[in-house]
């Protein structure tokens, strides 16, 4: 089919042609994309929206095609393709701001609570440490602690956490760790 009898069945609501379109130009307008780090379906959604454009544009009697109807589409599928790498970037760049911000954040917390835990005694150091920063069961902290059982264990973190909460409480205030 020529471009002009294509025009011509689109602007008189004919979506054969417009199939006939997509089949025609599928491989050539989805390389696009592929070819600038787009996957399958990304490719599939910017040529969907290019054929869109280009029906609004014929149905609405908008476009004053001066190429081949292929190279429009090639042309849209680009421009959509960038808006959508742009998109991406920014996307990408406010959650590295984000992971960045937070990790700082968190490294602030984690420095306090350690200094803290460094100012209690050598057993509620080490039972904190070793299950907050350490991952440990409380029956491996008692093993490696040698306290009676994991009852001892648990007895003792308790009474070692709510000594640093305290501590914590007298040097640094909530606006220190809500920010």
């Known amino acids: 089919m020529k471009d002009s009898v294509i025009l011509e069945r689109i602007s008189k609501g004919d979506e054969k042609a417009l199939d006939y379109l997509y089949k025609k130009y599928y491989r050539m307008m989805t390389n696009v994309v592929l070819k600038n780090n787009g996957t399958e379906q990304e490719a599939k959604d910017i040529y969907q929206d290019a054929l ?3 029906w609004q544009k014929v149905i609405g009697n908008q476009l004053v095609l001066t190429s081949k109807i292929s190279t429009y589409l090639y042309s849209v599928c680009l421009n959509l393709w960038r808006k959508e790498l742009d998109r991406k970037s920014r996307l990408s760049n406010e959650e590295k701001d984000e ?44 093993d490696k602690l040698g306290l009676a059982n994991t009852e001892t264990a648990k007895t003792k973190k308790y009474k070692c956490k709510k000594r640093l909460d305290s501590l914590i409480k007298s040097k640094y205030s909530k606006s220190d760790f809500l920010d």
Do not use: P
């Not at 803290?116 to 005694?121: F, H, K, N, P, V």
């Not at 050598?122 to 491996?140: A, G, N």
């Open 52 to 54: 869109i454009v280009f």
């Open 99 to 142: 992971i960045e911000y937070l990790d700082q954040e968190s490294e602030e917390r984690s420095h306090i609570i350690r200094s803290c835990i460094a100012e209690l005694g050598d057993t509620c150091k080490r039972i904190l440490m070793y299950y907050y920063f350490d991952d440990m069961s409380m029956q491996d902290i008692a």
